[in-house]
């Protein structure tokens, strides 16, 4: 590895663990603690003045340009850089004035304001070299992503799927409290630790524009709302969605709900229902855009979580899904497949759905009336619950003599017993990565480029979607 035994003030970097469109991630450990770090060196200026369709080779470039950097930084410090650090607080503190004349601090700064949050990556140090600014942020090993191509890690165990999902939830909640807006939600950008806890990262296309262009923020196109694709690049330039004329901007926040109608088909489906949300592109979004009960032929969906998805996937902005009303109807749902493991789910309990939903302490408006408690399998499920975690289902269970289960969804039979079995999902069509172009917002006109080819791209266009076959 090039950068091998190279030091950064205290931080002893191992390997390269991320390359993306304008930084470079490594693994790195505190000589003086043995802690293990992720540093994602970002160059200045280098999300400034780009536009929108960049491809693979240009990404390429600017990771080679950024290495290339670095290089001379270790050789003309002969492998030990000392550089200072920057109080956190200025940056977290720094006006869009300041971001346009050093606009690669505006994701640090943005990701400052909410990083206090259980469920989003902590940054430790911000260190300023001549050539490039080090974030030092806790590691994670594993990526959601990986977790659901390559592990298989959800298919089997629905509570698991709760959990993470909650946790997303919560994590974007609190961003949206504090007029962040991520728009880049995606397995990759949401890291794992050992317990499976979900950490969000990446906020590089991060706003605080609560509208943003529909032509200028382009994220991965798999998880980007439709408003935000099918515009009119005419003089208008107003979107026009299902005959609906939209505001010429989109809003920020009904985007990042969108994402994660698609997160969660990923988690339960190991699928992405199409490539893009843009009828005149994406056959398959084309025939959902017409008919969204297509959705239950493509995917092995219960009647209740079709219900659920087809509120968050609404094509008019306006009319998605809140973000409190998704985490509560996630938290009591009973089946997410009409076969498999996934078939029946247990309801959480409140005191769980309070742990994942709010781990903050903050209020939270669960309702009682829509609680079910009956997770005496939790164990049995290979629960994903901490065992506090448990121990507080558990209690709850001893309390609660009514075990039967109650399905929202009477029409799903339910065929798989949902416990040990593998399942009978297909699964054989690769969860694509994100590898198109990706710029930032918005009103200050900040773009930057993301086209990581990942090594599931091969697996997925092989594969294809089912969904093609409605096409024909
Ligand atoms: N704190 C971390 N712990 C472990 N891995 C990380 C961490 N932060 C980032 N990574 C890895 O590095 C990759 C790239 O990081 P990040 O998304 O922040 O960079 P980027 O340049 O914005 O990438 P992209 O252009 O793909 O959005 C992530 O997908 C993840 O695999």
Known sequence: ?????????????????????????????????????????????????????????????????????????????????????????????????????????????????????????????VLQSAICTFIVMDYYPNDLFTSIVDNRHFITNGLLVKKVFLQICSALNYCHEHGIYHCDI????????????????????????????????????????????????????SSKIRGLKLRKNCSSCNGDLWSLGIILINLTCIRNPWLKADKGEDNTYYYFSKDPTVLKQILPLSNAFYSLLSKILQVDPKKRMHLQEIMKEISSITSFTNKGPLSKVPPLSKAVYEKLANPMGTASNFSPLRQRTYMENCKSLSCPFSDDEYDVVHQKKDDDHDHDHDHDDSSDNGTGSGRGSLGTLETDTGLQSSFTSTSCDSDTECPKTSNKISLFEKKFNELHMTASSLTN
């Open 186 to 237: 995606k397995p990759e950008n949401l890291l794992l630790d050992a317990d499976d806890n979900v950490f969000l990262c990446d906020f590089g296309l991060s706003t605080t524009s609560t509208y943003i262009k529909p032509n200028v923020c382009i994220g991965s196109s798999y998880y980007m709302p439709p408003e935000r694709i099918s515009f009119d690049s005419g003089k208008g330039c």
């Open 1 to 125: 590895m090039r950068f091998n035994d190279c030091r950064i003030n205290n931080y002893l970097i191992t390997s390269q663990i991320g390359e993306g469109a304008y930084g470079l991630v490594y693994h790195a450990i505190d000589i003086r603690t043995d802690k293990e770090y992720a540093i994602k060196a970002v160059v200045e200026g280098s999300c400034v003045g780009r536009e929108t369709d960049n491809s693979g080779d240009e990404t390429y470039q600017n990771s080679a340009r950024l290495q290339k950097k670095l290089d001379k930084l270790f050789q003309d410090s002969k492998d030990i850089v000392r550089v200072p650090s920057i109080d956190l607080k200025s940056i977290e503190n720094m006006s869009e004035a300041n971001f346009k004349k050093l606009p690669h601090y505006k994701e640090i700064s943005l990701h400052l304001r909410v990083h206090r949050h259980k469920n989003i990556v902590t940054i430790h140090e």
